[in-house]
């Protein structure tokens, strides 16, 4: 498992401001391969300098990436790839160099409306889609957020986050709007992370809430390092005690919201990292509204639609407020996720978010973190069900529930487990869950 210290240095470089190494030879290795009349290539390939490269290099090419997620199974890349209309794939029908030189060029940059990346969602019903991003938004979002982390030329940033997710990609982005460094790591190893974040300058990272977990019991009762002014989470609920042990650490988390479809981040807590229980205020630039309980989001980081066969089926304005999916609620400007609309559970008449059960659930002094979700049932149409990650099932738990939730919400059905299912992404497997309440 590798890091690699990407000095970011100034070049005016069409939409960019600076360049990470490698981008010239980036660029003329693009050019070379001549993608055709659609300029479009599937980019499937773990994290390496060469890939940050290649993000920034394909734009001043004319060049549009189809992110494929390289831990997919062969099978399941084919499959994307044929829903993409893709007819080449770096990484996979073309070996990626281990190294670019940084040579000189001269590139036009594309128009702010042109569509520079595709990446496809998760969790939708039928076919695959992607989320086209113009170089526009991709922009928007990197001035927004980098604005919000105040990033800096001379800062190091720590990505083990996937360059193939925008999550990662959005790390480079920003490197290339706001000038500060990137500490690029090949995946996630607590130990050599932990030493990268107290022997080298990182003044920040970008983790979700598992590779938080890890990272706390790799250090045990070690303080974060002073240099490292913000730890960014984000990409699944953050758990009250994940946030609490952290904090006791000397930094609290800076918990964030986002969408593929906004170029990532949305919303965010103070840099300096809290405890509450939210997700913080929409980034500089972006309106968050909640329609009944479903979140909407309005700004210019606005993707243009959702594509198939590398064409737009929808068409999508940053004039227009989109629809997200997820519940939440807003007090004070304040965020609060709750959870997605198409998790919603009905149960005896009554609908249920199940985000506000595992909110209540999370409050036991002897649970860790939990996954509900809803099983059909004969009597009462779907059957609340509660996993929860501790060594065992609390006596106690109707009592501690009693006066928080009331009789719909309250789980019906218990498991225990001592690790909660996870997606290749890091998030809660809810489908996994889902079938461990099923009957054989």
């Known amino acids: 498992m590798s890091c690699w210290h990407l000095a970011a240095r100034p070049e005016q470089a069409g939409t960019w401001s600076y360049l990470l190494p490698g981008v010239g030879g980036a660029l003329a290795w693009l050019r070379s391969l001549n993608p055709g009349p659609n300029g479009r290539l599937g980019l499937c390939a773990a994290n390496h300098p060469s890939v940050a490269a290649i993000l920034l290099a394909a734009p001043l090419a004319g060049i549009r990436l189809v992110l494929l997620q390289h831990r997919l199974t062969p099978r399941e890349q084919q499959r994307l790839r044929d829903e993409a209309g893709l007819d080449c794939v770096l990484g996979i029908d073309q070996t990626i160099p281990k190294h670019f030189a940084d040579s000189a060029f001269q590139a036009e940059p594309p128009e702010p409306e042109w569509i520079a990346l595709e990446l496809f969602t998760s969790g939708s019903s039928g076919p695959p889609k992607t989320a086209a991003l113009s170089l526009r938004a991709l922009c928007a979002a990197a001035d927004a957020s980098g604005q919000h982390l105040g990033l800096a030329p001379g800062e190091r940033w720590l990505c083990p986050l996937g360059l193939d997710h925008i999550g990662g990609a959005a790390t480079v982005y920003r490197a290339a709007r706001h000038g500060n460094d990137l500490c690029l790591c090949q995946g996630f190893d607590a130990e050599l ?48 005690d994940l946030r609490l042990q952290c904090s006791e650490h000397g930094r609290a988390p800076c918990h964030s919201y986002g969408l593929t479809e906004f170029g990532g981040m949305c919303g965010a807590q103070p840099t300096a990292g809290s405890t509450a229980d939210d997700s913080g205020h929409a980034l500089p630039g972006y309106t968050i509204s909640a329609l009944g309980q479903e979140l909407q989001i309005q700004a210019q980081a606005a993707f243009s639609g959702y594509a198939r066969q590398g064409r737009l089926f929808t068409h999508h304005s940053t004039a227009t407020a ?19 609309a198409d998790d919603l559970i009905i149960t005896g008449g009554e609908k249920v978010a199940p985000g506000d059960i595992e909110a209540a659930i ?13 099983v059909d049932d004969p ?25 928080l939730l009331a009789g ?17 992404r890091g998030k809660v497997d809810r489908r996994a869950v889902r079938l461990l309440f099923k009957p054989s």
């Open 408 to 424: 719909p919400k309250r789980p019906k059905s218990w498991l225990v487990t001592a690790a909660m299912p996870q997606t290749p």
């Open 362 to 374: 999370r409050l036991h002094p002897a649970i860790t973190d939990c996954c509900v979700v809803a």
């Open 322 to 340: 989109f629809s997200t999916g997820d519940l939440g609620q807003l007090s004070n400007g304040r965020l609060q996720v709750l959870g997605r």
């Open 193 to 240: 992370i932990t030493e990268q974040i107290d022997h080298t300058p990182v003044t920040g990272c970008s983790l979700v809430p598992t590779m938080l977990r890890r990272l706390l019991a790799e250090r045990a009762s070690r303080a974060w390092p002073q240099h490292l002014r913000c730890i960014l989470t984000g990409g699944a609920a953050l758990a009250q």
């Open 379 to 403: 009597e009462w149409g779907q059957r609340v069900c509660a996993l929860i990650v501790s060594d065992h099932l609390p006596s106690d738990l109707a009592a501690h529930l009693g006066p």
